[in-house]
C-alpha cells in the first residue's frame, strides 16, 4: 500500500511539473517582445509632390534608425529611437511617378506602401506590413497565443490532466 502511494505521488509530481513547464513556455512566447512598424501616408504638403508619412512604433520593442527605400533603393535614414506606440511624421519629396515605399530597422521591423505621386494628386494604390523576409504579416503566433491564451493553457492542461489520472488509476488497479 505504502509503495502505491508513492507511485502516486511520483506520477502526480510529474504531471505537475509537466503542467508548470508548460504554462511557462507559454507563457514566455506569449509574452515575447516583437519589433513592428506601420507605416501611413496621412496627407501631402505644399506641393502634391510632398507626401507625409506616418512611422508608428507598433510592436514592444523600442525601434531606431528608420531606413527608408523607394522602389528597392536606399533614400534616406532617420536617426531615431521611439518606444512603444510613438509615432514619426516624415516628409518624402517624390516626383510624379509609382513607388514602393519600404521602411526597416535594425530591430527587424519592416513596413511598405505602395505610393503614386502625380502633378494633381497623390493617390494611395496599396498599404501592406510585413516581417522580414517578405511575407505577409498575419497575426503572428505571440498575438494569436496571447488572445487565447486560456485555450492554450487548457488544450495542453487537460490532455496532460487525463494521462495523470488514466496513469493513477492504471496504477492503482495493476496493483490489486
Known sequence: MLRASKNILNKI???IV???LSSMTLSSVAFAQEAKLDLRQIGYGETYQDIILQF???GNVTLSDITIYING???KTIAVSFSSGRVIPFTLQLAPGTYLVEARTPEGAYASLGVTASLGKVIITTTTTSVPGGEEAGPGI???IQ???LWVVL???VPVLVICIW???RGSSSKR
Open 147 to 149: 488572445k487565447n491564451i
Open 167 to 169: 496513469l493513477i488509476k
Open 155 to 157: 488544450g495542453i492542461a
Open 13 to 15: 509530481s510529474v504531471a
Open 18 to 20: 509537466s503542467i508548470l
Open 56 to 58: 508608428t512604433n507598433a
Open 73 to 75: 533603393q536606399a533614400n
Open 142 to 144: 505571440s498575438d494569436l
